[in-house]
């Protein structure tokens, strides 16, 4: 029993995992940008565009300063074998910033604009 409950957990961490990683994705932006202002509130998706544009600049800047290589291939499996890798600063993660940044923003500004009747 033990057994399948561990799967599950795994399982149900492997999505959450996936999920966050979509967050951070530009896939995801072409079109969570797009809807939130068609359908949601054109006040939210403005701030949450000037916010993903402040996080990506500052992720790059940090990525400037900071200067860290990315991890060494035996560790991190390279899925494209780009020359252009070995120059790149890999910490910190833009993608990571924003998929923090932009949702979090999104719900507390959600939270604080509209009423949530319990």
Request: proline share 6%; charged share 15%.
């Amino acid at each position: 029993m033990a057994h399948i409950q561990n799967k599950d957990q795994a399982a149900a961490k492997i999505s959450f995992r996936w999920i966050a990683t979509e967050l951070g994705y530009e896939p995801f932006y072409i079109t969570f940008f797009p809807a939130l202002f068609w359908n949601v509130d054109s006040y939210l998706a403005r701030h949450a565009v000037l916010l993903w544009c402040l996080s990506m600049y500052v992720g790059q800047a940090s990525k400037a300063l900071v200067r860290w290589k990315r991890p060494a291939a035996p560790p991190a499996i390279r899925l494209e074998q780009n020359s252009n890798l070995e120059t790149e600063f890999g910490f910190p993660s833009t993608h990571a910033i924003v998929s923090t940044t932009v949702p979090f923003y999104c719900l507390y500004t959600c939270f604080n604009r509209y009423e949530v009747g319990n």
